[in-house]
């Protein structure tokens, strides 16, 4: 099993920023690959962003450009630097994790972004952006 805690949520006003920062721990396989999911009120979670520890990412058009991700593999953290911040950016962040598994391609990590559900999920942190 595997377990994934949040932090860095909060209010911000537009055009600012904040990061998220999220912390694995239990059994990590070599591959693996963490990120980022959103839920705002009333609409479907969508993904936000992916990284695996090869560090080939993914985005979400929505966020790119505004957003970074980065993990520290030594310390199974990944990160989320979010600019720019849009009130549309307001939702519950999730962190999410997959193991023995990567973005094996540009193809592949498009679809583990928009229609893949890891299997190992934090609890969430609430980002507000306020106009």
């Known amino acids: 099993q595997v377990h994934l805690v949040e932090s860095g949520g909060g209010s911000v006003q537009a055009g600012g920023s904040l990061t998220l920062s999220c912390a694995a721990s239990g059994y990590m396989t070599p591959r693996y690959y963490m990120g980022w999911f959103r839920q705002a009120p009333g609409k479907e979670r969508e993904g936000v962003a992916l990284i695996d520890v090869k560090n080939k990412t993914v985005f979400a058009d929505s966020v790119m450009g505004r957003f970074t991700i980065s993990l520290d593999n030594s310390k199974s953290t990944v990160y989320l630097q979010m600019n720019s911040l849009k009130p549309e950016d307001t939702a519950i962040y999730y962190c999410?994790?997959?193991?023995?598994?990567?973005?094996?391609?540009?193809?592949?990590?498009?679809?583990?972004?928009?229609?893949?559900?890891?299997?190992?999920w934090g609890r969430g942190t609430q980002v507000t952006v306020s106009s």
């Open positions: 999410a994790a997959e193991m023995e598994s990567l973005l094996f391609s540009d193809y592949d990590a498009r679809r583990k972004l928009e229609r893949d559900l890891p299997a190992h």
